[in-house]
């Protein structure tokens, strides 16, 4: 069952009010077909209908069906990528809450990052647990593993590490840890701007949840 503060029909709607106002943006970003921000306005405004239409449903039954009708409606090669993420976040998040941890773990493997990918569906691992803890921290709540430390800081990741020390936000830091980890992070200016956008809306609009 689904937290009574996180709602992922919210927060996807938050990424698709985002895509759009940046829409001519990430078309200008584009220097091939000059439309993968009439792409991603696409993507989300589906997956967004498919949280309304499933808005009673558990949270891995929401993203397969957001999968499955995004395979339906749309045919860009963005939105075969997301539908393949959104399918492998389904799988891992049968049976699971949403919480800070399930959610980041649910974006992380979205974006088609290797950190989501190998927690095989657990989002107790150390990266889990920090990246829940760092949102923990941003809300002032406490959804992570007590005793987390500078070692799990590390094995999380380098650039999480790189941002804080250049002066970013825990937020910042955490949006450029994900992103630097998505299977969009070493393509194109518009890809990485969107992963970017998507990233950074998803983990403003949780954070904002998690202090109601």
């Known amino acids: 069952m689904a937290s009574s503060n996180i709602d992922l029909g919210k927060l996807f709607k938050e990424v698709s009010k985002a895509v759009a106002d940046n829409q001519d943006?990430?078309?200008?970003?584009?220097?091939?077909n000059h439309d993968h921000g009439d792409h991603m306005v696409e993507i989300f405004d589906v997956i967004s209908q498919a949280m309304k239409e499933k808005k009673n449903a558990d949270p891995a039954d929401q993203?397969?069906?957001?999968?499955?009708?995004?395979?339906?409606?749309?045919?860009?090669?963005?939105?075969?990528?997301?539908?393949?993420?959104?399918?492998?976040?389904?799988?891992?998040?049968?049976?699971?809450?949403?919480?800070?941890?399930?959610?980041?773990?649910?974006?992380?493997?979205?974006?088609?990052?290797?950190?989501?990918?190998?927690?095989?569906?657990?989002?107790?691992?150390?990266?889990?647990?920090?990246?829940?803890?760092?949102?923990?921290?941003?809300?002032?709540?406490?959804?992570?593993?007590?005793g987390l430390d500078l070692g799990d800081l590390l094995t999380a990741g380098m650039s999480y590490m790189s941002a804080k020390q250049s002066g970013k936000s825990d937020l910042e830091a955490l949006t450029g840890a994900l992103v630097s980890g998505s299977q969009f992070a070493g393509e194109s200016d518009a890809r990485a701007q969107s992963t970017e956008l998507v990233t950074s809306t998803l983990l403003s609009a949780l954070t904002a949840m998690m202090k109601k």
């Open 25 to 32: 943006s990430l078309n200008q970003a584009d220097t091939y």
């Open 63 to 146: 993203l397969e069906y957001a999968a499955q009708l995004l395979r339906k409606q749309s045919s860009s090669g963005s939105a075969k990528q997301y539908s393949e993420g959104l399918k492998s976040a389904a799988k891992q998040m049968t049976g699971k809450e949403l919480d800070a941890n399930s959610v980041i773990t649910m974006l992380s493997t979205i974006l088609g990052s290797s950190a989501g990918m190998a927690s095989s569906g657990s989002s107790s691992s150390a990266g889990g647990d920090l990246l829940g803890s760092l949102i923990g921290g941003l809300s002032g709540s406490s959804s992570g593993s007590d």
